[in-house]
């Protein structure tokens, strides 16, 4: 089998592989650039596992023209820039001693021993430059099937890094076939470790949970989380029943994967403090979550919030407030986020100054707003 994508035609990723290959080394893509490919999905970036060291990388990309950044040496890897495009090239490595995410790892020339420090059989595929699929741990057949499936021993696999037991389920959301389920040896070593995940950062579990989101059906991938306890683990006091409707709700409304509006359906201790989210995400989803307890009509969303927010709050609502859905107030929200209130500061001075003058023009807007914008300045005067 061979690999085809525009992405491995491009001048820029050739050169990177004439560096490595010209001087008698493999260069192999491999991990998600090979998996999504294969899946006719998006590639976003580039690895390349080499079994030239990380020095002879440097020098090789510098007698090329291209510029070798050491972005992570320690493991082995090197961003190569070429066309303004980074390729991370990683030496081929295998494991002396794990402790936990620490481990201890010595350079291989053997892609077998690489593929084996890897989370799951579907990220253990690589690809030589000419696009040959090589499969040193049988990862195609999982990834045919849409299975998720650790590598070897799945508790061995959790216990080297605990934030395997989040991407388990964000890679079911994103590439499992839901109808199959979960596999039970990985679902079986995720309820052995789930204690482990109380030694993982705030800001890694964040990302991870904002990533398995961002799929576009995470229902199901959540769902099984909470049979497990993960959920619990990561967000205590969290209820995933409004999320399976919420998905819904959006493919109605035609909105695309919004990971806030998820993180609200979901509900529990999701803060700063528990996820270590970004000030915009707070926002967004402080706001959420305060409108979605609110009374304020579809068209007074649309105003003071514009059209994404007031949809995301309305289909919030109908989620979990379990009421009516009606498509049609799209076309409202976006009528009101157009509309201009025509009473200005000047026009209520110097009748009005000071907090007066704030508090005058609120009541005089919210009559506005409530009047389906149809009063005019005159009226409202």
């Given amino acids: 089998m061979k690999l085809c994508g525009d992405w491995m035609e491009r001048p820029a990723t050739r050169a990177v592989c004439r560096m490595i290959e010209d001087a008698g080394y493999q260069a192999l893509f491999v991990g998600g650039c090979v998996r999504n490919t294969l899946l006719e999905k998006p590639v976003m970036d580039i690895d390349i596992a080499t079994d030239a060291h990380p020095e002879t990388v440097i020098r090789l990309a510098n007698a090329a023209g291209l510029k070798p950044v050491p972005t992570g040496l320690d493991h082995g890897t090197v961003t190569v820039v070429s066309g303004h495009i980074p390729h991370e090239v990683t030496t081929f490595r295998e494991d002396v001693e794990t402790f936990g995410r620490h481990a201890v790892v010595a350079y291989s020339d053997d892609v077998a021993h690489d593929a084996r420090r890897r989370d799951f059989t579907m990220n253990a595929l690589y690809a030589h430059c000419d696009g040959t699929l090589v499969d040193p741990l049988g990862g195609l057949a999982d990834l045919q099937a849409r299975r998720v499936c650790f590598i070897d021993d799945p508790n061995q696999r959790i216990r080297e890094d605990y934030l395997r037991i989040l991407r388990f389920f964000r890679f079911h959301a994103w590439y499992g076939e839901p109808e199959m389920g979960l596999d039970a040896d990985g679902l079986a070593a995720v309820s052995e470790n789930i204690d482990g995940l109380a030694d993982l950062s705030r800001e890694r579990i964040g990302a991870e949970i904002v990533k398995l989101l961002t799929a576009v059906d995470p229902a199901p991938a959540v769902a099984a989380m909470r049979a497990c306890g993960v959920l619990t683990a990561v967000l205590p006091g ?98 009101a986020s157009r509309a201009s209130f025509p009473v200005t500061p000047h026009d209520l001075m110097p009748t009005y100054t000071g907090p007066a003058l704030g508090r005058r023009l609120s009541d005089l807007e919210q009559r506005w707003i409530d009047s389906g914008f149809s009063l005019g300045r005159e009226d409202l005067l």
């Fill in 238 to 335: 969290s209820d995933d029943r409004g999320l399976a409707p919420l998905v819904h709700l959006e493919q109605i409304a035609g909105l695309e994967p919004e990971p806030m509006r998820r993180l609200a359906a979901l509900g529990g201790d999701m803060g700063a403090a528990r996820l270590r989210l970004s000030k915009a995400q707070i926002r967004r989803l402080d706001l959420l979550l305060a409108e979605v307890a609110s009374t304020k009509s579809p068209s007074e969303l649309g105003y003071r919030h514009g059209v994404d927010l007031g949809m995301d709050i309305l289909v919030l609502r109908s989620a979990l407030l379990e009421v009516p859905f009606d498509p049609a107030m799209h076309e409202i929200v976006t009528r």
